[in-house]
């Protein structure tokens, strides 16, 4: 599975952080980061977590 991060709409609210923070960060300048933009069975619960919660719907999970 990868997870797909829309940039341009991605305005850093950081909750996607919180569901997974072992695939994502928010830099210095408040830009998310994605640590692993493939992931296995066990992380796509997280990846999917972190999909939900975003306000602008600016990560996908594919």
Do not use: N
């Not at 952080?17 to 928010?26: D, V």
């Not at 830099?27 to 998310?32: A, I, N, R, V």
């Not at 980061?33 to 972190?50: F, I, N, P, T």
Request: proline share 5%; net charge negative; with cysteine.
């Amino acid at each position: 599975m990868r997870i797909v991060l829309d940039r341009p709409r991605c305005e850093g609210h950081g909750l996607c952080e919180e569901a997974a923070p072992r695939l994502m960060h928010l830099d210095d300048e408040g830009e998310l980061v994605l640590d692993r933009e493939e992931v296995g069975e066990a992380d796509a619960a997280l990846a999917k977590a972190a999909a939900r919660v975003c306000p602008v719907a600016a990560l996908r999970v594919v």
